[in-house]
């Protein structure tokens, strides 16, 4: 009799089922690791860049700032659903999640948004694009707590908290860069990134079976055990009921926690560079800039503090370090927040200092919480990062719908600011070169218009009598007042242009050159161009808008400062919640259950062996 290959020999199934029922060698672990890295980069790239484009966006589609944060709103919203259910990567694995989720957000990014034509479309795509990436949120890290041992745990998540980091990063350093001015560019190359990395994902990427992710690895030695315990594993079992299993105070608390000692990243994502173009005047290239440092050091803090974490074995002292000096230096910065003389080197030592000890404290906050949830039921991990996922949009979007709100003067920023600006410093591309000038001198001083229209009352007669004059005589005029000749011939222009006797022509052009001079030339200065419909159009633009602007810039800086102020007072809330969380606060106490835990895994294995 022919025996039949199974499924998963099946060359048709074998990029589909990449199960492993062995523990893998460390080459396996470690390339999957790194595609899960690469994905989350590059989904944080294609899902921060709204933030980035954030005033191209606005204006492309005519949106006001409350109508661009309410979008961002929902699709946190939709983000969050979708977060909720990626916990069923528990029951049909993670891999082909991640690999179908990459393929889903590229090509809305590279195809979909250049398509999108109004705000509709555009906005329709974007929650797609949050709900895709809800569901990789779950299972990325799923992965990476699969393929790594507690003692190992937080170096792992250093590495794949890198990703939304480097995300960030990537979106200030390709946007700051000023390669290329179309917003929809960036989403076309971002797009083709993330399809790059799941073309790679395709083969790379590998995924324990179910037995053996359900359980928990403390170090690499444990691997013999988990192997040998797989054939009494009841993975049905273990499933049941995984939302009554989650949903518990030490995971929901700790959840709230770090969610809202991320208010400061997730506003800076979304605000960042919206903020230093309306409050420091920014260009769009500087203000992504200066959060290049902020995401940098980021990275840094995480690999670091991830690392330092397995070293010494405990979690909680490093989240307590970190987040009390990010506190501090939130605080330094909120009280810079209403100092437009502000430097950006100050700014970018602020940050450097304080994402670097952030990511510390998010880097051994991810090990922790993923130990806290093998407290409960190692084989509900993605469940309980769904848990996660779903709070953590959920107070994100609460956060982000506020802003429109504290702060309400980006609108008349936004709308208005850069129109205004562009009138008081002449620079109107549709007027003359004489008419921007004109325009610049009235809104710095708006006196002028009232004195050159009570001139032309005042000087009335004397205006059409200068009217009547050829240019080149009142030319030899200026330069000879005495000359016969050129008073003759002014004369005779005066008495044909107004029909007048020589006598009264003569009598006008004394009247005129009683007139000072420095009337005159106000008038003649100022008079053609308040004449003209697109001049006067831009000064009444300016003298509607402009107070509107200028109250705007003066009551900004305050408002964004009670905004920045949320993210404080979150940072301050998670500090005490750090002691629900699985851990030790002393290496030697983490030394001690590390040799009782060896000695009880020999003794089970001994007994499994035997």
Same mark, same amino acid.
Request: aromatic residues 10%; contains cysteine.
């Given at each position: 009799?022919?025996?039949?290959?199974?499924?998963?020999?099946?060359?048709?199934?074998?990029?589909?089922? =990449?199960?492993? *029922?062995?523990?893998?060698?460390?080459?396996?672990?470690?390339?999957?690791?790194?595609?899960?890295?690469?994905?989350?980069?590059?989904?944080?790239?294609?899902?921060?860049?709204?933030?980035?484009?954030?005033?191209?966006?606005?204006?492309?589609?005519?949106?006001?700032?409350? +109508?661009?944060?309410?979008?961002?709103?929902?699709?946190?919203?939709?983000?969050?659903?979708?977060?909720?259910?990626?916990?069923?990567?528990?029951?049909?694995?993670?891999?082909?999640?991640?690999?179908?989720? !990459?393929?889903?957000?590229?090509?809305?990014?590279?195809?979909?948004?250049?398509?999108?034509?109004?705000?509709?479309?555009?906005?329709?795509?974007?929650?797609?694009?949050?709900? /895709?990436?809800?569901?990789?949120?779950?299972?990325?890290?799923?992965?990476?707590?699969?393929?790594?041992?507690?003692?190992?745990?937080?170096?792992?998540?250093?590495?794949?908290?890198?990703?939304?980091?480097?995300?960030?990063?990537?979106?200030?350093?390709?946007?700051?860069?000023?390669?290329?001015?179309? +917003?929809?560019?960036?989403?076309?190359?971002?797009?083709?990134?993330? $399809?790059?990395?799941?073309?790679?994902?395709?083969?790379?990427?590998?995924?324990?079976?179910?037995?053996? =992710?359900?359980?928990?690895?403390?170090?690499?030695?444990?691997?013999?055990?988990?192997?040998?315990?797989?054939?009494?594993?009841?993975?049905?079992?273990?499933?049941?009921?995984?939302?009554?299993?989650?949903?518990?105070?030490?995971?929901?608390?700790?959840?709230?926690?770090?969610?809202?000692?991320? $208010?400061?990243?997730?506003?800076?994502?979304?605000?960042?560079?919206?903020?230093?173009?309306?409050?420091?005047?920014?260009?769009?290239?500087?203000?992504?800039?200066?959060?290049?440092?902020?995401?940098?050091?980021?990275?840094?803090?995480?690999? $670091?503090?991830?690392?330092?974490?397995?070293?010494?074995?405990? =979690?909680?002292?490093?989240?307590?370090?970190?987040?009390?000096?990010?506190?501090?230096? #939130?605080?330094?910065?909120?009280?810079?927040?209403?100092?437009?003389?502000?430097?950006?080197?100050?700014?970018? $030592?602020?940050?450097?200092?304080?994402?670097?000890?952030?990511?510390?404290?998010?880097?051994?906050?991810?090990?922790?919480?993923?130990?806290?949830?093998?407290?409960?039921?190692?084989?509900?991990?993605?469940?309980?990062?769904?848990?996660?996922?779903?709070?953590?949009?959920?107070?994100?979007?609460?956060?982000?719908?506020?802003?429109?709100?504290?702060?309400?003067?980006?609108?008349?920023?936004?709308? *208005?600011? %850069?129109?205004?600006?562009?009138?008081?410093?002449?620079?109107?591309?549709?007027?003359?070169?004489?008419?921007?000038?004109?325009?610049?001198?009235?809104?710095?001083?708006?006196?002028?218009?009232?004195?050159?229209?009570?001139?032309?009352?005042?000087?009335?007669?004397?205006?059409?009598?200068?009217?009547?004059?050829?240019?080149?005589?009142?030319?030899?005029?200026?330069?000879?007042?005495?000359?016969?000749?050129?008073?003759?011939?002014?004369?005779?222009?005066?008495?044909?242009?107004?029909?007048?006797?020589?006598?009264?022509?003569?009598?006008?052009?004394?009247?005129?050159?009683?007139?000072? /001079?420095?009337?005159?030339?106000?008038?003649?200065?100022?008079?053609?161009?308040?004449?003209?419909?697109?001049?006067?159009?831009? !000064?009444?633009?300016?003298?509607?808008?402009?107070?509107?602007?200028?109250?705007? #810039?003066?009551?900004?800086?305050?408002?964004?400062?009670?905004?920045?102020?949320?993210?404080?007072?979150? %940072?301050?809330?998670?500090?005490?919640?750090?002691?629900?969380?699985?851990?030790?606060?002393?290496?030697?106490?983490?030394? /001690?259950?590390?040799?009782?835990?060896?000695?009880?895994?020999?003794?089970?294995?001994?007994?499994?062996?035997?």
């Amino acid at each position: 009799m022919t025996t039949l290959p199974s499924e998963v020999d099946m060359p048709s199934a074998r990029w589909w089922n =990449r199960e492993l *029922h062995h523990y893998p060698v460390a080459k396996v672990r470690y390339t999957s690791l790194t595609v899960v890295v690469l994905a989350t980069i590059a989904l944080y790239y294609q899902l921060y860049l709204s933030g980035g484009v954030a005033i191209h966006i606005i204006e492309d589609y005519g949106l006001s700032f409350r +109508w661009f944060v309410i979008l961002n709103v929902v699709a946190l919203a939709v983000a969050a659903v979708a977060a909720h259910f990626g916990g069923i990567t528990d029951r049909i694995g993670r891999a082909n999640v991640i690999t179908i989720g !990459l393929v889903v957000v590229g090509l809305l990014c590279a195809v979909a948004v250049p398509l999108c034509s109004s705000r509709w479309s555009f906005a329709v795509v974007f929650c797609i694009l949050n709900a /895709a990436e809800g569901v990789i949120l779950v299972a990325t890290p799923a992965v990476v707590r699969d393929f790594s041992p507690q003692l190992g745990r937080a170096s792992a998540m250093g590495f794949w908290t890198m990703g939304p980091v480097l995300g960030s990063l990537v979106v200030t350093a390709v946007v700051g860069s000023g390669a290329t001015s179309s +917003w929809k560019t960036h989403y076309v190359i971002a797009g083709i990134c993330g $399809l790059v990395v799941a073309v790679i994902s395709v083969p790379l990427l590998k995924e324990l079976a179910p037995a053996l =992710r359900d359980q928990v690895m403390v170090e690499e030695k444990d691997r013999a055990l988990l192997e040998a315990r797989v054939k009494g594993i009841d993975v049905e079992a273990s499933l049941a009921h995984p939302s009554r299993q989650m949903f518990k105070p030490d995971i929901i608390l700790s959840s709230i926690a770090i969610s809202v000692f991320l $208010l400061f990243y997730i506003g800076m994502v979304a605000f960042g560079p919206t903020y230093f173009e309306v409050n420091f005047g920014y260009s769009e290239t500087k203000a992504n800039s200066v959060l290049v440092w902020a995401w940098a050091f980021n990275v840094g803090g995480l690999i $670091l503090a991830g690392l330092l974490s397995d070293r010494i074995l405990v =979690r909680k002292p490093l989240m307590l370090a970190g987040s009390i000096v990010q506190l501090v230096m #939130l605080i330094v910065f909120i009280t810079k927040a209403t100092r437009p003389e502000t430097a950006f080197s100050t700014f970018a $030592l602020v940050f450097a200092i304080s994402f670097f000890f952030g990511g510390m404290a998010y880097v051994a906050w991810m090990a922790a919480f993923t130990e806290t949830v093998e407290r409960r039921n190692p084989a509900l991990t993605a469940t309980g990062l769904a848990v996660w996922g779903l709070i953590i949009r959920i107070i994100f979007a609460a956060f982000i719908l506020v802003a429109p709100f504290l702060v309400n003067t980006v609108n008349t920023i936004v709308d *208005h600011g %850069a129109t205004v600006a562009e009138i008081a410093a002449g620079e109107v591309p549709q007027l003359t070169a004489d008419q921007n000038k004109a325009v610049a001198a009235i809104a710095k001083d708006p006196t002028i218009v009232t004195k050159v229209q009570s001139l032309a009352t005042q000087y009335a007669e004397e205006l059409k009598t200068a009217a009547t004059i050829d240019a080149a005589t009142s030319q030899a005029l200026a330069t000879n007042p005495r000359d016969p000749a050129t008073l003759a011939k002014a004369v005779g222009e005066i008495s044909s242009g107004l029909s007048v006797t020589p006598a009264e022509a003569t009598a006008r052009l004394v009247a005129l050159a009683r007139v000072p /001079a420095a009337d005159l030339t106000m008038i003649k200065t100022y008079g053609p161009p308040l004449t003209e419909p697109a001049v006067v159009a831009k !000064l009444q633009y300016l003298k509607t808008y402009g107070p509107q602007v200028q109250q705007a #810039l003066k009551d900004g800086p305050h408002q964004w400062q009670r905004y920045w102020s949320i993210a404080a007072v979150g %940072a301050v809330v998670f500090i005490p919640m750090i002691w629900l969380m699985a851990g030790y606060w002393t290496p030697a106490q983490a030394r /001690a259950a590390l040799r009782s835990h060896e000695t009880e895994v020999e003794e089970e294995l001994a007994k499994t062996t035997s």
